[in-house]
């Protein structure tokens, strides 16, 4: 199974308005054991120093996406093709969100039945 992934040969843009601070870029994609690549080596620490420099404007988006306590609001149809998509967190939780390419006539509830969400521990919440 494959979740954010960026296959052989792809390439993956992504727009992010980046706060100064530091950061961790990682690859939680499993190998055949299960394994996240993070404990291959795909994790580095990023540090995002402040700056006056211009930055580039951010692209017009056409759709948006707001990530609210608990769901996902979509502005409009998304289009085939190169898009902007703004995605904002709204409500009190962090989220975060992968976009997944469904097989074939696969659904929605094939995908929760194959990674077989577990409610995490009432203490954990
Ligand atoms: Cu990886």
Known sequence: MRWGAIGPGATGITTLKMTAGDYLLVCFMLNAEDVPHMAFGMIKPITVIES????A???EAKVSIDMVDFGFDFSGAISAGPQNISVTKKGKEEHEAFLIRLAPNATATDFVGAVALDAPPAASR
């Open 52 to 55: 006056s420099a211009p930055v």
């Open 57 to 59: 404007a951010l692209p």
